[in-house]
């Protein structure tokens, strides 16, 4: 259903099919009556067609959140509902949501599908240890992870009908913690003809998932050669890669790294936290540039990471953070995760509000500060400048003692050190 504005402030409203003829037809029925901008509700994906088709006739769509267009209860048709936003729209009383560079969205779905065939893999991981257990076989308590390369070398054995733990243990990595002979007790079993069939299919299973995932990384490096960055500055060297920070989930971190450093202009990586999977996060949801957050107040707000303050005669009521799905503010919350022991500013900065206002809240507050970080990075194109946490705790120490200072200077006092009190004393 679409509505546009008649003659003589009336509303014409016509019904329209979802075939991609159909959605020509609106959008010819829409420049007929001198249309701009066409807002629309976000339900799902259904949205997505005809959106699109607007913006390639030159239409500018607003999506609009379900929940700032709900009406009065038994209210409830197509026709009510479109004539409403109309209305709400002729008024400015629609704020649209925020959608990225069209090259984005490409990456942005990439990386969405990417994820959900890791959430696919990841059953058949613990399918194969379900079988590998009820044949008793511990493999799970010799090695740390059964995908890697030893735990795969024993389980394609196992498939391949090797049934011998002395044979199978030998296939063990050197870097491994536990001796041959204890893997090799691990991997005395019943042998179960059942059990081995069900670790036969969740093992294709897991490599059918695996050259899904290899196929969707070599579209995205093919997406990310294609991309081109929107600032011309020169591009300063890299500086060295994070210890401790591969990730078997993603793809060799320096080429990617590259690429977000010459599509942002900044490296995102050096901030603490920061993963090369959770900057690719970030960018492909946010996009480059920011432009469209005046401030980094609003930039929190978006991510859900900022207090909502419900106000009542100049009192607040109530304070917290609004629950929502951002995939920006969830991977601001992982990095924060990560820093809780970390030895630069912002673990310092967490375990000061943690013993303030508890660790749930105290990990908010350390995303919202990374997030602020970031949005300066990417805002103005500057390189972040690493702090250590004894450096945050003097400056700390210094705030702390100017706004002591000024305290007693409002009652009439002054602050004397303590070493200088005990000179007068004695």
């Known amino acids: 259903m679409a509505c546009a504005p008649g003659p ?4 014409d409203v016509r019904a329209f099919g979802t075939y991609t003829a159909d959605l020509h037809a609106l959008v010819a029925w829409l420049l007929e009556r001198h249309v701009q901008t066409v807002a629309m509700e976000s339900t799902g994906v259904y949205w997505i067609p005809v959106f699109e088709t607007l913006e390639a006739h030159g239409l500018r769509g607003c999506l609009i959140r379900a929940t700032a267009i709900h009406r009065i209860p038994g209210r409830k048709s197509d026709v009510l509902d479109c004539q409403w936003i109309q209305t709400l729209h002729t008024y400015g009383l629609l704020a649209d949501s925020f959608r990225p560079d069209a090259d984005l969205i490409a990456l942005r ?8 065939l890791i959430e696919h893999r990841s059953p058949h991981i613990l399918h194969m240890q379900k079988a590998l257990t009820q044949m008793n076989i511990q493999l799970a308590q010799a090695l740390s992870d059964v995908t890697g390369q030893t735990g795969q070398a024993i389980i394609r054995a196992i498939v391949a009908g090797e049934r011998d733990p002395h044979r199978l243990a030998a296939l063990r990595n050197y870097r491994c913690q536990k001796d041959a002979h204890e893997i090799a007790l691990a991997l005395t079993g019943t042998w179960r003809a059942e059990h081995v069939f069900v670790l036969t299919q969740s093992l294709e299973c897991f490599d059918f998932y695996t ?7 070599a579209e995205i490096e093919r997406l990310y050669t294609s991309l081109r960055p929107a600032w011309g500055m020169p591009e300063p060297p890299l500086p060295p890669q994070k210890p401790h920070s591969h990730n078997k989930n993603t793809r060799p971190d320096t080429p990617l790294r590259n690429q977000l450093r010459r599509l942002t202009g900044v490296d995102l990586v050096a901030v603490p936290g920061l993963s090369v999977s959770l900057a690719q996060t ?5 996009g480059t540039t920011l432009d469209q957050f005046p401030d980094a107040k609003h930039f929190c707000s978006w991510l859900g990471l900022a207090p909502h303050n419900d106000i009542s005669g100049g009192k607040v009521l109530k304070s917290r953070t609004l629950k929502n799905h951002n995939r920006a503010g969830q991977a601001f919350r992982q990095a924060a995760a990560a820093l809780m022991r970390a030895k630069c500013h912002f673990g310092a900065y967490y375990r000061r509000k943690k013993s303030q206002i508890g660790p749930a809240q105290a990990a908010v507050a350390t995303a919202h500060k990374i997030a602020r970080t970031v949005y300066h990075m990417l805002k103005f194109k500057v390189e972040y400048r690493a702090m250590s946490a004894d450096e945050y705790d003097q400056q ?8 002591l200072q000024h305290k007693a200077a409002h009652f009439g006092l002054s602050l004397v050190p303590l070493t200088a009190a005990k000179v007068a004393v004695s």
């Open 8 to 11: 003589n402030d009336t509303q």
């Open 109 to 116: 779905t990439l990386l969405r599908h990417r994820a959900q």
């Open 211 to 217: 050259r899904q995932l290899n196929a969707c990384d």
């Open 396 to 403: 700390f120490e210094a705030r702390e003692l100017k706004r």
């Open 282 to 286: 970030i960018v492909a949801e946010v």
